[in-house]
């Protein structure tokens, strides 16, 4: 992480900062424009994840009959904003309805974040999965991907390994770069690294999904660690 106050810090903060307002902006537009033209379970969801109250709800539902409205409202108590459910149809919703442009916009994120300062980092990525908790596991590849275990020091990346299993590591290891490889190998015993070269030619050809899903399972024991204060990921 870069010193708080450089012009190059200051622009990444205000490139992040956008990028998540833009986010959390839009996600909200098309939620309400959904809310006004779809179906009742779903718009329960979406109004929970707005935090909407039942008289806000009410309004926003417009010309709605009383029956639906009624409806809708003593289905929303059954949801919460965070609940995952409630965030697999947000994603959905958001997905289908117009929003193209994920993707480069976690990028400019994942780009600009490790010049924004730890300090602010640090608390926009908390403020900002607390606004806006879809798409987690695309924000957890701004913060810390697969390979960047390789920028931990040896006991960090130690803690990791013994938190995952064999079969993952396998998986994950199979779409991992030389240079990982090497520094995951040197942290294992020289028995079990043979085990895990075997494994891994054993293996032939295996579905992208499948080594991403690995790697995601790493990567969330990682910040798990981080959250513990166990191993730092922000340098």
């Excluded at 602010?120 to 806006?132: D, G, L, M, P, V």
Aim: proline share 2%.
């Amino acid at each position: 992480m870069r010193k708080e106050n450089t012009v190059e810090t200051k622009k990444a903060q205000e490139l992040v900062s956008k990028t998540m307002a833009t986010i959390t902006e839009e996600t909200k537009n098309i939620l309400i424009d959904y809310i006004q033209n779809g179906y009742i379970e779903s718009l329960s969801k979406a109004i929970a994840y707005l935090g909407m109250s039942p008289d806000e709800a009410n309004i926003l539902l417009g010309d709605m009959s009383e029956t639906v409205k009624e409806r809708i409202t003593s289905n929303i108590a059954h949801f919460q904003k965070h609940d995952e459910s409630v965030v697999s149809e947000v994603e959905h919703i958001v997905l289908t309805r117009g929003k193209k442009h994920v993707a480069e916009e976690y990028k400019v994120i994942k780009e600009n974040l490790p010049f924004a300062g730890k300090e602010f980092a640090e608390k926009s990525i908390q403020n900002f999965r607390a606004k806006t908790p879809i798409f987690q596991k695309t924000l957890d590849e701004c913060i810390f991907t697969f390979e960047d275990i390789n920028q931990l020091d040896d006991r960090e990346i130690q803690k990791i390994l013994y938190w995952t299993g064999h079969k993952t590591l396998t998986l994950a290891l199979k779409g991992a770069s030389k240079e990982l490889r090497k520094r995951i190998f040197r942290n294992k015993p020289k028995k079990e690294v043979a085990m895990l070269k075997e494994a891994i030619e054993f293996l032939g050809s295996v579905r992208d999904s499948w080594i991403e899903e690995a790697q995601a399972k790493i990567v969330k024991n990682a910040l798990r660690l981080e959250a513990d204060g166990e191993i730092v990921i922000w340098r």
